[in-house]
């Protein structure tokens, strides 16, 4: 795994910044204690995901020739976010993530690191409740992944993408369990259909979560919160849609 990690040259490119992992030979990384446990963790999620699934089957996978000559975008297309315009004027190249609550490290990672990760890429169908699906392919790494290099602590139990955009004075927020966070196809997107998420589409970054429908797929994540309880975020139900119309938290196709 460190190995990996450092040729890919995860950590040269400044992340882990906020658990104070900003370092940038391999040699002074893996003697760095906090390193090494995040790669432990690392090395035995996959463990701990199989157990959690236990039925848990994958969404069905199309091939190329399946993928819709039209992807329609849906709900905010276009944040109006003075900050997130600013971060979109400059291509999103400042642009972190963040990875906080109930974490052993706190995380700040940069775009770079995010796509210097071991990247999954799955051609997957996207349905929406208002009537209409498409087939899109979607590249980014594993929420799993970057969960683990956090450390997750015992209490945790959900995931909270916090969007970028809000409808009124509603911020767009989503959760997931930990059994659909650990899922292999539960992805951070930054590519879809082998180009940089459009803003429409929920540039920089957006949740794919393929065995749930479209209001699920939190676009413009800028921060996930790990959570024991949905109770006492905005309207306590744990998403914008579950909030404001009642629908169903787990969103299973
Ligand atoms: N931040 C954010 N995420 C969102 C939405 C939104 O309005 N804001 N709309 C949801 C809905 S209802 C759907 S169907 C999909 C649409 O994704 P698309 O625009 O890429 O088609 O995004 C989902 N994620
Ligand atoms: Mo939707």
Redesign the pocket.
């Known amino acids: 795994m460190s190995i990996i990690l450092c040729r890919r040259r995860l950590l040269g490119t400044g992340a882990l910044g906020a658990g104070g992992l900003i370092l940038s030979g391999c040699d002074k990384l893996n003697a760095n204690p906090a390193f090494r446990s995040a790669l432990i963790e690392a090395g035995s999620w996959h463990e701990g995901a199989q157990r959690a699934l236990g039925s848990g089957a994958l969404a069905r996978e199309y091939s190329e020739a399946d993928m819709s000559p039209n992807?329609?975008?849906?709900?905010?297309?276009n944040p109006e976010d003075a900050s997130y315009k600013s971060h979109a004027a400059t291509d999103f190249a400042g642009w972190t993530l963040s990875v906080d609550g109930l974490v052993k490290r706190p995380l700040a990672l940069p775009m770079t690191a995010i796509k210097a990760m071991q990247q999954r890429k799955q051609i997957t169908r996207?349905d929406?409740?208002?009537g209409w699906s498409?087939i899109g392919q979607w590249q980014g790494p594993q929420l799993g992944q970057i969960l683990s290099m956090a450390g997750l602590l015992p209490s945790a139990r959900y995931a909270v993408f916090h969007?970028?955009?809000r409808?009124g004075s509603s911020p767009?927020y989503?959760s997931i369990d930990l059994v659909d966070a650990f899922h292999p196809q539960t992805i951070l997107a930054w590519e879809m259909n082998g180009q940089p998420l459009s803003i429409?589409?929920?540039a920089p970054l957006?949740l794919r979560v393929e065995r749930q429908l479209?209001?699920k797929?939190?676009?413009?994540v800028m921060r996930i919160e790990l959570r024991d309880s949905l109770a006492g975020l905005f309207g306590g139900k744990g998403g914008y849609?579950e909030d404001a119309h009642d629908y169903q938290w787990y969103a299973g196709i």
């Open positions: 992807f329609r975008v849906n709900g905010n297309t996207h929406c409740v208002e498409a969007c970028a955009d409808f767009y989503e429409g589409h929920g957006r479209g209001y797929q939190a676009k413009y849609w």
